[in-house]
Structure formats: structure tokens, C-alpha cells
């Protein structure tokens, strides 16, 4: 009689792919850092430690440092900068969703995230031409044109600090 082995759950997967292990949040309790894990729809794209997290909310940016205290935010089109050692060690573009911090541990529900270095100026005027070209008749689609400058907005400002 061979042995089965159970197919994986969404629960197991979560275990372990995503959540970091007794080892690793000793490591990171040492050295005062945070865990940063980023998730989008199709995957996770992220997942590692910082010394500082920058977050882009939708009303401005927040500072996530070692003992935060738990907080759920809402996440507005920007950049998410990693910081270690003084200086920002990764960078990336996240759009909308929302962010949770928790006993050293941010965690980000994104719609998209892209490495910063990816955004070009081309991308930002793609978007901005877009939402330009977005109805106004109803609330619903000024809702999503609005969604839709702040998308652009996003991109210009994380493509205006990739080129200075």
C-alpha cells in the first residue's frame, strides 16, 4: 500500500510560502527589523525583512519601524521603499489594496506591484492618457476616472525618482 500525500491546501500553501518561520522571526527580532510581504492577486511577490518600511496610503505616506503597533490601512497608488543600514535597499510600485501591521510583521493586499526601476515615464503617460480618455456621466465612472489619475499620478511620481 504506497502512501498518499494529501494535496495542498490554501491554508498549507499560506504556511509555507508565506509566513516566516520561528528561525526567521528570531533573526529578524535581533536586528529590530521588520517582515514585508507583498501580494498581489496572482502571487506573492515579496517577502523580506527591513529595518524601515515607507508606505503609500491613500492620504499620505507612513513609517513602519520594529514594535509598530498593529494598524490596517488603506494603500493609495505609490511607492513602497525598504529601508536598511540608512539607506533604501528596494523599492517598488503598488497600487490600491490594503496593508496590515502586525507584531513586526507589514503585510500588503495590492492590485499590482511592480520593482520601481520597471516604471518609465512611458508607462506614467500611457496611464494619464488613459484616464483621460475615461467617461464622467455617472458617479461610477467619475469614481474610476479619479481611480485612474491616481494610478497615474503613482506611476509619474515613482518614474520622476527613477530618473533623478
Known sequence: MADTVPEP??????????????????????????????VTPERAVLD???????LPLYDGEWAVLS???PFVARLGAGELRLKSGGAVTQRWYVEF??????????TLLTERAIPAPEVTPALAD?????????????????????????????LAKVAARNAG
Not at 504556511?15 to 529578524?28: G, N, V
Not at 523580506?48 to 515607507?54: G, I, P
Not at 496611464?127 to 499620478?153: F, N
Open 67 to 69: 514594535g509598530h503597533a
Open 97 to 106: 489594496g490594503f496593508v496590515q501591521v502586525r507584531q513586526d510583521v507589514v
Open 9 to 38: 491546501t490554501v491554508q498549507s500553501a499560506v504556511e509555507h510560502t508565506l509566513m516566516p518561520s520561528e528561525a526567521t522571526e528570531m533573526e529578524d527580532a535581533r536586528h529590530d527589523r521588520v517582515r514585508v510581504t507583498v
Open 126 to 154: 500611457q496611464a494619464r492618457a488613459e484616464a483621460a480618455s475615461l467617461p464622467v456621466s455617472t458617479p461610477s465612472e467619475r469614481s474610476s476616472k479619479a481611480r485612474a489619475r491616481e494610478r497615474a499620478a503613482g
Open 48 to 54: 523580506t525583512s527591513a529595518e524601515m518600511v515607507v
